[in-house]
């Protein structure tokens, strides 16, 4: 499969060797680059041999030497072949929620682990084979993200939808004795993989534990929107749910930390905030090795947040989850923190990551916004200024009369934008 090349840095081998833009990569060593990973992996030998067709028609052999990790400055179109769509039909599937009349990419349901690899999704296994393992240990593409749920094979079938649920766990084995660090997901719904069937997913991961640990699982709450009709039935976490997920949780922290040197699994920050409990300090999350996954993120969101002594007026935007503490944090500073209700998916969803331009603007029209209005950077699109319900950021800053800044979800981020 050829490669068009649409860029060459200057002053690269690429460059000196004659390549230009609109070339195209056919193989390097006699093999055919699939993806990225097979181009990463392939230049990192020190003698190469790359077949190059040019423009015309002609065909390149070229030979180099190199330095181990020195690049060929080729920068390439379509890195990557056909996305790996997802083939379950999961009960608390979120995209399933969306309501009608979204934008389209909202609608894709992904399960490729080189993306999961790039960007951190979460796969489930069951669209893989022998041959996928054996590519993931050979280009060493570590960690894999995985979405576990439950470890009865039955029940994980019926949780997803795919009769290929069960018997794709057998891959972990071979990912683990591969060397590959496994970041393991349980999205908890009440009534099915909860109470007992939650210690046989925790013990039955355990072993998965490298010596020395690296492996890691968390847990968060599935997410409810009113957008549920023709779906199967869920039933929303109450306080006391969240403090038996807690409990349940410290406890095989500290067996497995006793046993295996690490605590291993961790409960979603939503947890806490819900169940009115303190979170668990910086040492507890040991490397905080799913903070993206909303693990740990808001104690060391506190721990990097340096108080300035006196800021701008300010309004702050957040989820009614993190409002309470974010509140508690910024106590004595000249900051609205405004907790916004979640219409657009309903009262269940409490995140500021899935909050929508509308209903922003609604909750903070006719209120004294100060200089600036301050918005999770999560709400938007990545790389993109605009948010789930397709409002843009310009679009919402005139029609609030104050400028609309995203600020990225660290301490350290909130602090400079508190003050510049």
């Known amino acids: ?67 181990e990790d020195e690049e060929l400055g080729l920068i390439f179109e379509g890195m990557m072949d056909k996305m790996r769509n997802c083939g379950n039909n999961c009960v608390f599937c979120f995209i399933d929620q969306n309501p009608k009349g979204m934008r389209p990419t909202l609608y894709v349901k992904d399960d490729d682990y080189r993306l999961s690899f790039l960007h951190g999704n979460y796969i489930t296994l069951t669209n893989m084979n022998e041959k996928d393992i054996d590519r993931i240990i050979r280009h060493r593409i570590s960690p894999v993200n995985i979405s576990i749920h439950a470890t009865d094979p039955e029940l994980r079938v019926k949780m997803m939808g795919n009769k290929r649920a069960g018997a794709s766990l057998d891959f972990l084995g071979k990912l683990t004795e591969g060397g590959i660090t496994l970041a393991l997901q349980i999205v908890l719904c009440k009534g099915y993989n909860d109470g007992a069937q939650l210690d046989k997913t925790i013990g039955d991961l355990a072993k998965y534990i490298p010596e020395g640990g690296g492996c890691s699982l968390s847990i968060v709450p599935v997410g409810i929107t009113k957008h549920r009709q023709g779906l199967a039935h869920l039933e929303p976490f109450t306080r006391g749910d969240c403090l038996e997920v807690i409990e349940k949780v410290d406890k095989w922290q500290k067996k497995l930390l006793a046993e295996k040197g690490t605590r291993f699994v961790f409960a979603a920050d939503e947890f806490y905030l819900k169940a009115e409990v303190d979170l668990p300090g910086v040492e507890e999350y040991e490397d905080f090795p799913q903070i993206d996954n909303g693990v740990g993120m808001m104690t060391a969101f506190a721990d990097e947040f340096v108080k300035p002594d006196r800021t701008r007026k300010v309004t702050l935007v957040t ?47 006719g209120r004294d916004l100060g200089e600036v209005v301050l918005i999770p950077k999560t709400a938007l699109k990545a790389e993109e200024d605009i948010f789930l319900d397709d409002i843009t950021l310009e679009e919402m800053s005139k029609q609030l009369g104050r400028p609309v800044i995203p600020v990225d979800c660290t301490g350290q981020a909130l602090a400079e934008a508190l003050i510049r």
């Open 1 to 67: 499969m050829k490669k068009i090349i649409i860029g060459v840095e200057p002053g690269s081998i690429a460059e000196e060797m004659g390549i230009e833009v609109g070339d195209a990569l056919i193989s390097i060593g006699g093999r055919e680059i699939v993806d990225i990973f097979d181009y990463h992996l392939a230049v990192m030998d020190e003698e190469l041999d790359i077949l190059i067709e040019k423009t015309t028609g002609e065909q390149w052999l070229l030979e180099l030497d190199k330095d």
């Open 319 to 365: 989820g009614k989850a993190s409002a309470p503490f974010m509140q508690d944090l910024l106590k004595g500073l000249d900051v609205d923190v405004v907790a916004i209700e979640n219409h657009f998916y309903g009262e269940y969803i409490t995140v500021a990551g899935l909050l929508t331009g509308g209903d922003i603007i609604k909750q903070l029209e």
